[in-house]
């Protein structure tokens, strides 16, 4: 029986690559337009790293274990608390706010389903050192300008955000007690997939009371911001609660992305230490999982390296991406593609071509020839299936007068080129 590959797990064959190596190209190309830096950690890490910090969700799908030196270890599930412990590192000597991005490979132990495996690739990028609204609003714009470099548009993919110390609020102003407030929140998270009736019931056996709960379902229901604004004004501080919200909305809405956005209070996010905005980005259709995750953790860098510094950013991760590549046909991925196909008539030319194609390798053409002899036919045949655009034949008679045929192998036209302009790259 011939060994798999374990569940949840990828195997990235040539045509894999390419489409993966698009999808990375992409993360870089924008990271780098809004000056981002890229960083990488270890990819095994302290069991204790997530532990405390990251929730029960992730915490429930760690792949941890003990090592041989008796350590327990887990392989990183996010990358979040990594950037903590390494800002917070040399927190003192960094120039803030610090733009950094990194690409790992995340594993958790999830169920496998469309969308979720149980290893993935995650551009993350975050700003710390930065509390302000704009920092927020600048993250956003950047995983929506993402998906517009991958050609989607707001037709294709929205962000809905959210801000938890707004939900908070009004919670809290509607009876909801701070102990009741993880579960609120909970049910908000659950309330557009799960039967009002039974997440009702949920809040009752919490001791809930019924003019909480309802106030549970009706912040869960506002939508856009006017909405939840006109609500956070019964509050006393409701209007300074709900600045950062409207500051990143309006930042969005001059960076001309305004159609791209909803604000919607239903967005929680998994992870526990979220502390501000938070916002998730979907395919409009709803088909698939969230693309992307994020944002602002204002205490973590606190609890893994004692250091206090604002935080915010987000996860989007190669899978859920791909599903949606694929589904609109915008595999627009090309590979380095091969630019000629070197072929020697007889086994006295190989070392024309070695010495040819070295030369032209020097140059930066992308070549290939046959690695053992063959008849020509055989190695214009493998030319064809490589795609190869044409072939430069050479033999005898090419190497006494010094021109070599060049041919078109998707027109079947042929030239003669001196082997002097190939050598210095000129193919036709
Ligand atoms: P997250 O929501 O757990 O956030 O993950 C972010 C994104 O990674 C998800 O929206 C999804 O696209 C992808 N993803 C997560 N788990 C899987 C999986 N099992 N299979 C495939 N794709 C997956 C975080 O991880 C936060 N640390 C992001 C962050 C960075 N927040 C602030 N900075």
Redo the contacts with the bound molecule.
């Keep these: 029986m011939q060994a798999k590959a374990l569940p949840g797990f990828r195997e990235f064959y040539p045509e894999d690559m390419v489409f993966r190596s698009h999808i990375f190209a992409t993360w870089r190309a924008v990271a780098a337009r809004y000056a981002f830096e890229e960083y990488d950690g270890p990819p095994l890490e302290p069991l204790d790293l997530y532990t405390d910090k990251s929730g029960e969700e992730?915490v429930g799908q760690l792949y941890n274990f003990r090592d041989k030196g008796d350590r327990e270890v887990a392989l990183r599930?996010?990358?979040?608390p990594t950037?903590a412990r390494m800002v917070g590192a040399r927190a003192q000597a960094l120039r803030k706010p610090i733009r950094w991005f990194s690409i790992p490979q995340?594993f958790?132990y999830?169920r496998q389903q469309r969308?979720?495996?149980?290893e993935?690739f995650?551009l993350?990028?975050?700003i710390v050192g930065e509390a302000g609204p704009l920092a927020d609003a600048e993250l956003i714009a950047a995983a929506l300008d993402i998906l517009r470099a991958f050609g989607l548009g707001p037709r294709e993919v929205q962000v809905r955000v959210s801000d938890r110390r707004v939900v908070r609020a009004l919670l809290l102003g509607s009876g909801v007690s701070a102990d009741q407030l993880n579960l609120a929140f909970a049910v908000i998270d659950k309330s557009e997939r799960e039967a009002q009736g039974a997440l009702a019931d949920q809040l009752a056996r919490a001791g809930v009371t019924k003019r909480a709960t309802d106030a549970v379902f009706e912040v869960a229901g506002l939508r856009g911001l006017f909405a939840i604004l006109q609500a956070l004004q019964s509050l006393p501080d409701g209007e300074t609660i709900g600045e950062p919200l409207r500051k990143v909305h309006d930042a969005l809405e001059a960076m001309g992305l305004a159609q791209f956005v909803q604000v919607d209070l239903t967005i929680v996010?998994?992870?526990a230490y979220?502390t501000g905005i938070v916002f998730?980005l979907f395919d409009t259709a709803r088909s698939l999982?969230?693309?992307?995750?994020?944002?602002r953790?204002d205490h973590l860098l606190q609890q893994i390296a004692g250091i206090d510094l604002p935080?915010?950013?987000?996860?989007?991760?190669?899978?859920?991406?791909g599903e949606l590549l694929r589904t609109r046909a915008l595999e627009r991925a090309v590979s380095r593609r091969l630019e000629v196909f070197l072929v020697a008539v007889s086994a006295e030319d190989e070392q024309l071509v070695l010495r040819l194609g070295h030369a032209l390798r020097d140059r930066g053409v992308a070549l290939e020839y046959a690695l053992r002899s063959g008849s020509v036919r055989r190695q214009l045949e493998l030319a064809a299936a490589r795609g190869a655009p044409r072939a430069v034949i050479l033999g005898p008679d090419e190497r006494a007068s010094g021109l070599a045929v060049v041919r078109d192998l998707r027109t079947g036209t042929e030239s003669r080129v001196p082997l002097t302009d190939l050598e210095e790259g000129r193919l036709s």
């Excluded at 935080?311 to 991406?321: A, E, I, N, R, T």
Aim: hydrophobic content about 35%; proline content about 2%.
């Design positions: 992730i599930p996010e990358m979040t950037l995340l958790r999830e969308g979720r495996l149980r993935h995650q993350n990028m975050d996010r998994g992870l979220y998730e999982r969230a693309i992307c995750g994020g944002g953790y935080c915010v950013g987000f996860g989007m991760g190669d899978v859920v991406l």
